[in-house]
């Protein structure tokens, strides 16, 4: 508590003094451009993640990133959503998981969930889709990999149940919406985002920042095939010093060659 009191006090004498003008502009209203979903954990913070300033992002933060399908619950998220797209007019969604996530964690073994934490065994009920998906197409790894798969699909699975809210659907039918799913990796700092055409996870700033990211970007797509190939292979990969992202929908149900094929990007067509 000491540290916190502290905190504050910094904040009062040093941050509100430098920043008025932006304080007394948030008094009159709010315009946040973006809604950050993303989980509880004391180690994923959106707004230093981002260096994002007070009054940039419209958060909401659950157990592990969870985004309940519409009318699935009477919770807070639902209404959060809904005012977020159609009172504050934002139009940029970022669903983000994390590395180490305690609640894909407790997917890994639900009996010994319920008896212990019932609460969290019924929340994690919204996740069944990504449960159901790694079970049975990434069986073969071991539990970290597993682990690390379940991240990953969990924020498409997420995003998936986002698309069920009738005022998702409609901003998205009129392009008036985007929606982006990124993994933090606690460890290293770094977030990857789910690209679609490529179906993998890369650096998010690649298609904004194309001739900046050239380099590195190329140095993601190796080490995803890398990974990648390991996987369709069901060997050990090979350890890289390229930074290595989360596994990749679909991984372990491609061939050797369409995983090279897909994920070597156009080069290797």
Known sequence: MKKLLSGVRQFQQTYVPSNRALLAELSKGQHPRVLFIACSDSRVDPSIICQADIGDLFVIRNAGNIVPPYEATNGGEGATIEYALEALDIKQIIVCGHTYCGAMKGLLQLGELEEKMPLVHDWLRHTAATH???????????????????????????????????????????????IHAWVYNIETGEILAYDADAHAYVAPHSKIFPERDLASQQQLREASAERATAIASATPPVKSSAPVPAHFPGASRLSREQAERIYRGSAAR
Do not use: C, G, W
């Open 132 to 178: 159901k998906l790694v079970q049975d197409n990434y069986s073969h790894l071991n539990k970290e990999e597993r682990l690390e798969a379940l991240v990953a699909e969990n924020v498409l699975t997420q995003i998936e149940n986002l698309r069920t809210y009738p005022v998702v659907r409609s901003k998205m039918f009129r392009d008036d919406l985007s």
